[in-house]
């Protein structure tokens, strides 16, 4: 296909979006779309790039049966068919988002648009058997593009879907530096937290046997106990299996919210299990952007993305023994802990930002399209 002068794209994207007359406060870009503004990363592309978003709302009970069992979304795809002709283009946000126009693009041929896919969780969490596997690879072979933001998953690619490995590309994951920006909220002293963000994949178990840990280990050497001990804050986890002493839990919170408890917060902790795709690093990077010091689970989504020691402290997945030494390092020395947020919000100013992630897959959108 020769590239025209102007680039029609369809994005379909696997959650909702706010359909909005002007920005709206609260929203990240990629939460709404507005007349007149280009959508979330597309605003650092060419002007001559347009971009229709639709995103995977249906009926009740329709959204509920995709969601919660078959797991990808079938009405958003039959919607746009009658018209997928008119793009060059079209870019699905994850295999729940792509697979029903893969299959369908298996049976009744590709049309004149291309068709890519971010593969964030490894097409189906990156089984290696099963139907699941035989039913992705089918769908796979009609891909003219997979953009992946965890490096090993070429590994994935090489084992199960070999076709795609002349058609994929490693495109490091970016973050908002403009929205996500410190406001010198100060740390919080009187009732200081740990933090814990996350509303689905978080390995509690590891984080909360660590902070338990923490505790004693702290009881043991001073006499005033758990005074001024800081608490164990958890966004996004409503509730636990019971009580845990020095634990609260929070549910959804506004995102505006949530950038300021990150910023009071004495450090932030991102305890994930080690999966083969892509999770996690929209918070890691936002919550270093927030100049604030992490420790993080050494996972193949998040180790291309930090320096242990430097902009990031890294322990072993489900090693709660060396998440409390971490965890203990960082109560014992404020300084480094402020040393460690500074770098981490410059590593991701320079090198993680979404204006490089834009270009980088403008640029492999190019070469799949012309």
């Known amino acids: 296909m020769k590239m025209r002068c102007s680039v029609k794209i369809l994005m379909l994207v696997n959650w909702k979006v706010a359909y909005e007359n002007q920005i709206p406060e609260g929203k990240q870009p990629p939460?709404?779309?507005?007349?007149?503004?280009k959508y979330w990363f597309f605003r650092y592309l060419p002007d001559d790039i347009s971009v229709d978003v639709v995103d995977i709302r249906s009926f009740p009970w329709l959204e509920h049966f995709e969601k919660e069992k078959i797991r990808f979304y079938i009405w958003q795809t039959l919607k746009v068919l009658p018209k997928?002709?008119?793009?060059?283009?079209?870019?699905?946000?994850?295999?729940?988002?792509?697979?029903?126009?893969?299959?369908?693009?298996?049976?009744?041929?590709?049309?004149?648009?291309k068709h890519i896919v971010f593969d964030i969780g490894g097409f189906n969490s990156a089984k290696e058997e099963g139907k699941a596997l035989k039913l992705m690879q089918f769908a796979s072979k009609s891909l003219d593009g997979v953009i992946y933001h965890t490096k090993s998953q070429i590994t994935y690619?090489?084992?199960?879907?070999?076709?795609?490995?002349?058609?994929?590309?490693?495109?490091?994951?970016?973050?908002?530096?403009?929205?996500f920006q410190p406001t010198g909220t100060p740390i919080e002293k009187?009732?200081?937290?740990?933090l814990c963000v996350g509303y689905n994949k978080r390995d509690w178990?590891?984080?909360?046997?660590?902070?338990?840990?923490?505790?004693?280990?702290?009881?043991?050497?001073n006499q005033d106990g758990l005074a001024d001990f800081p608490k164990l804050k958890l966004i996004g986890k409503e509730k636990l299996d019971r009580k845990y002493d020095g634990v609260e839990t929070v549910g959804f919170i506004p995102v505006t919210q949530l950038m300021k408890e990150i910023e009071k917060a004495t450090f932030c902790v991102l305890p994930l299990q080690s999966f083969n795709y892509s999770f996690g690093q929209m918070t890691l990077l936002q919550q270093m952007l927030l100049k604030k010091a992490v420790i993080a689970a050494n996972v193949p989504s998040l180790r291309d993305y930090v320096t242990d020691g430097q902009d990031c402290l890294l322990y072993e997945p489900e090693n709660a023994e060396e998440l409390a030494e971490q965890m203990d390092r960082l109560i014992k020395d404020p300084e480094f802990s402020r040393q460690l947020g500074e770098n981490a919000m410059q590593s991701v100013r320079e090198k993680w930002n979404e204006k490089r992630m834009a270009q980088d897959i403008w640029e492999f959108c190019r070469e799949i399209v012309r």
Request: hydrophobic share 35%; with cysteine.
């Open 31 to 37: 939460d709404y779309v507005v007349p007149g503004h």
């Open 84 to 113: 997928l002709n008119q793009y060059d283009l079209v870019l699905s946000h994850g295999m729940q988002s792509g697979i029903v126009l893969c299959l369908w693009r298996r049976l009744f041929g590709h049309g004149k648009y």
């Open 157 to 179: 690619y090489e084992k199960c879907h070999q076709w795609l490995l002349s058609k994929s590309r490693y495109i490091a994951f970016g973050t908002d530096a403009e929205y």
């Open 190 to 194: 009187e009732n200081p937290y740990i």
């Open 205 to 221: 178990d590891t984080l909360l046997q660590a902070y338990e840990k923490l505790r004693n280990l702290q009881k043991g050497r």
